[in-house]
């Protein structure tokens, strides 16, 4: 049924047009909804060092819901300004927890994000492996994760833990948490990056921060793209394992991802990886895993295809890694994506050298 859909939605519609980057991140900001934030009233909760980082756990308003919290890492001993990285926590259909996915903050991680980190960041916490570069990262939680995650009623699973119980009532709720959003005229996507969009300019309004960058796996490479284009001030870009045409995951692949994906009137205006590359000329990394079972290879190929094509005038901004893995942000994408950051974002050796 849906083969047959799609070809009169494309006639009737005009859909994936290429329109020129101003315009599609324009246009793209209003019809996602993406909504005007700021963190408020941003407090230090605590503070602790861990050999050569300092890390602060921030907590501050978006003007509704729970209180934000995020940590911010460090080098103790580093001189300002250093370069500033927003660090993007994924969806891996984990909602009870959020930043600490990718950072760890004075106390030990739980079974849970451990097997997580094992499955799809090689084990790490890489935003503390970051900070230990040179840069500042601030890693947050975001609606509807970790400190802002809504209270659920969890079903009765005593074989598992309380983590794994919130996450399988969290998945049954993110059609209502996209529903609300709808009625509302915004998205989820546009929450989400409107959060984003705050924790980045509290990121940039920092004295010990110069350039400020951003970086995301899966659901949080969505979100590295969103920020990407509707950021103006965002230096440097890596999204990693979230690169596919919509077009061609239809049909088997569109039930695998969130709700955050598919923003309604994108497709009006463009294609996914047009959205992703909007941002031409300024840099970009988009790290793609071959062996990714939520995207197809056709999805990839167009993908890079489109996003090359946007950079053509741009040689050197836009850095493509292929990489022979499933879905995931390990170890060796990792430390290809710190060295793009650090050539790409001033205050860092790389960056103060060229």
Not at 219 to 238: Q, S
Request: hydrophobic share 45%; glycine share 10%; with cysteine.
């Amino acid at each position: 049924m849906f083969s047959e859909l799609a070809p009169i939605a494309a006639a009737q519609l005009g859909l994936y047009p290429t329109l020129p980057g101003p315009e599609l991140r324009a246009r793209a900001r209003e019809a996602i909804g993406v909504l005007d934030l700021s963190a408020g009233d941003v407090r230090v909760e605590r503070s602790w060092t861990d050999g050569d980082l300092y890390g602060e756990e921030l907590s501050w308003s978006v003007g509704f819901g729970p209180r934000t919290r995020a940590y911010l890492l460090r080098p103790r001993a580093a001189d300002g300004p250093l370069p500033g990285v927003v660090a993007l926590h994924c969806h891996a259909g984990m909602k009870w927890a959020g930043k600490e996915k990718i950072a760890d903050g004075p106390g030990a991680p739980s079974p849970e994000v451990r097997r997580l980190r094992g499955e799809l960041y090689g084990g790490r916490a890489y935003a503390n492996e970051l900070a230990r570069r040179g840069f500042v990262v601030l890693a947050h939680d975001v609606f509807v994760w970790g400190s802002r995650r809504f209270p659920l009623e969890l079903p009765e699973r005593p074989e598992l833990s309380e983590a794994d119980r919130y996450d399988l009532a969290a998945r049954e709720h993110e059609h209502v948490v996209a529903k609300h959003c709808a009625a509302l005229g915004t998205s989820f996507a546009g929450v989400v990056a409107g959060e984003d969009l705050a924790a980045a300019a509290y990121l940039r309004s920092r004295p010990d921060v110069a350039e400020v960058g951003c970086v995301g796996l899966s659901g949080g490479g969505l979100r590295a793209a969103l920020l990407g284009a509707f950021d103006p001030d965002m230096r440097a870009v890596v999204v990693a394992a979230m690169a596919s045409s919509f077009r061609d995951m239809l049909g088997g692949h569109v039930e695998l991802h969130t709700w955050m994906l598919w923003p309604p009137g994108l497709p009006r205006l463009g294609d996914y990886p047009d959205l992703v590359a909007a941002r031409a000329p300024a840099p970009l990394m988009v790290q793609y895993a071959t062996r990714d079972r939520l995207f197809p290879d056709e999805g990839i190929r167009r993908a890079h295809a489109i996003i090359a094509g946007r950079y053509r005038d741009a040689p050197g901004a836009y850095e493509a890694v292929f990489a022979d893995v499933p879905h995931c942000f390990d170890v060796p994408m990792q430390e290809r994506a710190f060295a793009w950051l650090a050539a790409n974002l001033s205050g860092s050796p790389a960056s103060t050298s060229r």
